[in-house]
């Protein structure tokens, strides 16, 4: 009988082991499903950086083609630091079972790199799924939009035209020395101001202002101003709304 018990429970360990070996390839499989059907990098790898399997896209980035990198250990084939610095981090996921998220730069191009431990029936860490997002196109157009407002602070810094730039709740948020000298007041002062502050009459150009609101523009427009010694300023008022990608209007020139 207690040679039947033990046999019993070899059998049921087996078992245990055959189920959570199951689930490990059905996980696997998953992965490389997973791996087919998406649009970003990926890659599964082993512990040691050796290619289990990955998509087009990840190939594309190296080079290759993907059938001649399985079998291939990626740090053989990235450059040499950033070989160096990603085999860390494997080493780091490796030792803490934890995912990490990066981003690094490849031969010109910017990556967002996230990387997930797969545990095995162990719970050990034997394959890494990797994940890399291409954000070169994001990242510049990132550049180009921080350029362009850069562009257009010096020209309102140094256009001798009068510049005021308000928020969709008319307080200041920029001005000029121009505008400055029109008013009297500094820089620093009519940042603590608002529209209404400064409009000889407010309500006579409320409804300019629900226009511009509503993203439209104003045309020599002539109306008045309070100069900071109580002059009253007459003015020709030519306004744009800028929106943001929603179409809501963020700002008035």
């Given at each position: 009988l207690r040679a039947y018990r033990i046999l019993m429970e070899i059998e049921a360990y087996r078992q245990q082991l055959d189920a959570q070996n199951e689930r490990v390839k059905e996980r696997e499989l998953q992965l490389r499903t997973l791996l087919d059907t998406a649009t970003d990098i990926a890659a599964l790898v082993k512990a040691d950086g050796t290619f289990i399997a990955l998509n087009d896209a990840m190939a594309n980035s190296l080079g290759q083609k993907k059938d001649e990198l399985i079998g291939k250990n990626a740090f053989d084939i990235l450059p040499s630091q950033i070989a160096r610095s990603r085999k860390q981090r494997l080493m780091e996921i490796v030792k803490?079972?934890?995912?990490?998220?990066?981003?690094?730069?490849?031969?010109?191009?910017?990556?967002?790199?996230?990387?997930?431990?797969?545990?095995?029936?162990?719970?050990?860490?034997?394959?890494?799924?990797?994940?890399?997002?291409?954000?070169?196109?994001?990242?510049?157009?990132?550049?180009?939009?921080?350029?362009?407002?850069?562009?257009?602070?010096?020209?309102?810094?140094?256009?001798?035209?009068?510049?005021?730039?308000?928020?969709?709740?008319?307080?200041?948020?920029?001005?000029?020395?121009?505008?400055?000298?029109?008013?009297?007041?500094?820089?620093?002062?009519?940042?603590?101001?608002?529209?209404?502050?400064?409009?000889?009459?407010?309500?006579?150009?409320?409804?300019?202002?629900?226009?511009?609101?509503?993203?439209?523009?104003?045309?020599?427009?002539?109306?008045?101003?309070?100069?900071?010694?109580g002059r009253i300023i007459t003015v020709l008022n030519n306004s744009i709304s800028q929106m943001n990608d929603a179409g809501k209007v963020t700002n008035w020139y």
């Open positions: 803490t079972g934890k995912s990490q998220q990066w981003d690094d730069e490849r031969n010109g191009k910017y990556f967002e790199n996230t990387v997930y431990p797969i545990l095995d029936a162990n719970n050990e860490v034997k394959q890494i799924a990797i994940f890399a997002r291409d954000v070169t196109a994001h990242l510049t157009a990132q550049s180009a939009v921080k350029q362009s407002e850069q562009n257009l602070k010096r020209l309102i810094q140094f256009t001798p035209t009068i510049v005021y730039v308000f928020d969709d709740k008319m307080n200041f948020i920029d001005t000029n020395p121009a505008g400055e000298k029109l008013l009297g007041y500094p820089r620093e002062s009519l940042l603590k101001m608002s529209i209404n502050d400064i409009d000889y009459d407010p309500e006579f150009v409320k409804p300019k202002h629900e226009q511009l609101n509503r993203g439209e523009a104003i045309i020599n427009y002539e109306h008045k101003l309070k100069h900071k010694d």
